[in-house]
């Protein structure tokens, strides 16, 4: 058993806004004192309800799962009802955007045949994540990537949520414990299946993700022969390790969660295990089906992955 770890995270910038107010005051066409009306006028001031500067970001991120040695065509982000068109080099992508801190924003990418989206979650959050430099990037936030991955997670959550995306990153973060990993793993699948051509496309849909939003029509593409079976593997091929130098880095307690690329968003999974430091350095590996026997000794490989031995 390889017990692999990776995180994945979110990310944003802001600039500051100044704010002016002006007063006036009128007088009598005879040099009197103003009229109790003028005397009485509020000055403008912005107090009660203080402008909130907006969060200006430049974004950078890629679009992965492309046929080798396509491009993407075009990339937009969509934060407030306003859409932003990036510049592309290849697959990586750079976009400005000024935002309500609020918006959420989510990247959507076209080429052809393809539609891939990634929610980034709101302004305010990216900013969080942008170390002040108004810049964000992948290393900073993984969910910049555009993938079939970010494009799967994207379309789950929209029908969680009866066909809108999530308002809040408290509500995106919510429905996101209902998404199960393996329809993550079988749509990310499909959409890439789609977009590299091992799958032709169906005719009367414009792209992978057109086809997924159709209930009746992702449920026949499903069942082509092999096609669960090949979105397992899928899964493993884009699994993300990194090696330990020593088993003192696991922490005692270790949640395990199945089928689930590390370097997407966490979510909700159906296949969990526990692993569990003893006091006599062996470990104790709990899992949904009970096991004879649960402790092991633990080891590294040569590549610096967790290799559990049941203790017999």
Not at 43 to 60: D, E, M, Q, T, Y
Not at 199 to 213: E, F, I, K, R, V
Request: hydrophobic fraction near 45%; charge should be negative.
């Amino acid at each position: 058993m390889f017990v692999r770890k990776g995180f994945a995270l979110w990310i944003i910038v802001t600039i500051a806004a100044a704010a002016a107010f002006a007063s006036s005051m009128s007088r009598s066409a005879s040099g009197a004192s103003a009229t109790p009306a003028a005397a009485s006028a509020a000055i403008a001031v912005n107090g009660a309800h203080p402008l909130v500067p907006p969060v200006a970001l430049r974004l950078s991120g890629q679009v992965i799962g492309l046929t080798p040695g396509a491009s993407a065509q075009q990339v937009t982000v969509t934060a407030g009802g306003n859409r932003y068109t990036g510049s592309l080099e290849g697959n990586v992508y750079t976009v400005l955007v000024v935002a309500r801190p609020e918006d959420m924003l989510v990247v959507d990418v076209h080429a052809p045949q393809v539609h891939f989206r990634s929610l980034l979650g709101s302004a305010s959050l990216l900013r969080s994540r942008a170390n002040g430099d108004g810049q964000l990037v992948v290393a900073e936030h993984s969910s910049l990537n555009a993938s079939p991955y970010s494009t799967a997670l994207a379309l789950l959550i929209n029908q969680a949520l009866g066909g809108r995306d999530a308002t809040t990153d408290a509500e995106f973060e919510e429905v996101l414990k209902s998404v199960v990993g393996e329809s993550l793993t079988t749509a990310a699948y499909s959409l890439a299946a789609l977009a590299d051509g091992r799958y032709p496309l169906p005719t009367g849909y414009a792209d992978g993700l057109q086809l997924l939003q159709d209930e009746g029509a992702y449920r026949l593409f499903r069942g082509n022969p092999g096609l669960l079976a090949a979105a397992e593997a899928y899964l493993y091929e884009q699994a993300d390790s990194a090696p330990l130098r020593s088993l003192t880095e696991l922490p005692d307690d270790l949640l395990l969660m199945g089928s689930v690329p590390l370097v997407e968003t966490p979510l909700a999974a159906a296949n969990l295990m526990m692993l569990k430091r003893k006091a006599d350095g062996k470990y104790d590996l709990y899992e949904a089906v009970s096991l004879a026997n649960s402790t092991h000794w633990a080891g590294l490989d040569a590549t610096g992955a967790v290799v559990l031995d049941p203790v017999r």
